[in-house]
T-cell receptor, first 113, second 115 residues
Framework: EADIYQTPRYLVIGTGKKITLECSQTMGHDKMYWYQQDPGMELHLIHYSYGVNSTEKGDLSSESTVSRIRTEHFPLTLESARPSHTSQYLC????????????FGPGTRLTVT | AQSVTQLDSQVPVFEEAPVELRCNYSSSVSVYLFWYVQYPNQGLQLLLKYLSGSTLVKGINGFEAEFNKSQTSFHLRKPSVHISDTAEYFCAVSDPREYGNKLVFGAGTILRVKS
């Protein structure tokens, strides 16, 4: 059973607010990822990290930023939320030797009004 | 760049009937392939994966998939579905030559099981 957690699960917030979506994993994985998921669309990778102090932008351009100060923690921040940021955000991790799959958290559904 | 095509956006099927969800990928080189399931308001759960070896892969919940290199396909099958299989299914591909286990996903197929 994968142990990866996301908070909050649901968030409704007004335009212009700063928000941080939390993601933590207890598996000791070195690789972590953030995806954006819209209904009927594929998951788009927006950020990833291969270890502490390592972060990269993904295939889909995003105004969000991430940090990786601790192995287990990979928060995503939006400095000024806009309605176009309304989406589901999924966090995942990977890293056991010989295991190539990613383990996903339950997601955060963000609505910006 | 790799891409994944899931040929059906929705598949309705009656309970206890067989089902096949289709997936094609673009790469002509060796790939790793995955099927994930997403239940409403949840994250993705791994159903099965193909890394190498036997082309028929068995997963959880009675699902299996067959890797076909010549047709660049990785279709998911179940001989008899249950109401509880109603969910969205995602096919994904990874390039083993690239560090990082990054996945490219298809757009998903919604499986609706009717009683």
């Amino acid at each position: 059973e994968a142990d990866i957690y996301q908070t909050p699960r649901y968030l409704v917030i007004g335009t212009g607010k700063k928000i941080t979506l939390e993601c933590s994993q207890t598996m000791g994985h070195d690789k972590m990822y953030w995806y954006q998921q819209d209904p009927g669309m594929e998951l788009h990778l927006i950020h990833y990290s291969y270890g502490v102090n390592s972060t990269e932008k993904g295939d889909l351009s995003s105004e969000s930023t991430v940090s990786r100060i601790r192995t287990e923690h990979f928060p995503l921040t939006l400095e000024s939320a806009r309605p176009s940021h309304t989406s589901q955000y999924l966090c995942a991790s990977s890293g056991h030797r010989g295991s190539y799959e990613q383990y996903f958290g339950p997601g955060t559904r963000l609505t910006v009004t | 760049a790799q891409s994944v095509t899931q040929l059906d956006s929705q598949v309705p099927v009656f309970e206890e009937a067989p089902v096949e969800l289709r997936c094609n990928y673009s790469s002509s080189v060796s790939v790793y392939l995955f099927w994930y399931v997403q239940y409403p308001n949840q994250g993705l759960q791994l159903l099965l994966k193909y890394l190498s070896g036997s082309t028929l892969v068995k997963g959880i919940n009675g699902f299996e998939a067959e890797f076909n290199k010549s047709q660049t396909s990785f279709h998911l099958r179940k001989p008899s579905v249950h109401i509880s299989d109603t969910a969205e299914y995602f096919c994904a591909v990874s390039d083993p030559r690239e560090y990082g286990n990054k996945l490219v996903f298809g757009a998903g197929t919604i499986l609706r099981v009717k009683s």
